[in-house]
């Protein structure tokens, strides 16, 4: 997913996981704007790996369970879009993460949370 809409890690930190993406063919809309659904699938991107960075990897795995997301202002064609994960709730069990997608001005354009269950890793 990630190479389907463009999107690309930058930055881990122990608060924050950073990505971005370009709206471009890849992932706008036919006019020309970023797509709700490459927003949302951007927070799933950026929340997922953010929730698998955190947990005990040899013996665990998060995978989404329930993600929302609200959409405030329109990203054009060629605009760099910001994506910044923060845990809201790291459990054993289950994580959540907000994830905030911001334009070049700092400008909110989407927002969401994403819901991770952490279960044993498949064999």
Do not use: Y
């Amino acid at each position: 997913m990630n190479t389907a809409i463009g999107f690309e890690f930058i930055e881990i930190h122990d608060d924050v996981l950073v990505g971005q993406l370009q709206v471009s063919e890849k992932n706008c809309q036919p006019m020309g704007l970023l797509n709700g659904g490459a927003s949302m699938a951007a927070i799933e991107i950026a929340g997922s790996m953010a929730a698998n960075l955190v947990i005990p990897r040899e013996k665990s795995v998060a995978v989404g369970q329930n993600i929302q997301g609200s959409h405030f202002r329109s990203a054009k064609m060629g605009e760099i879009i910001r994506v910044e994960a923060r845990p809201l709730h790291i459990g054993q069990r289950s994580h959540i993460w907000e994830v905030e997608l911001r334009n070049a001005q700092k400008k909110l354009v989407c927002k969401g949370t994403i819901t991770m269950a952490v279960i044993t890793r498949p064999a």
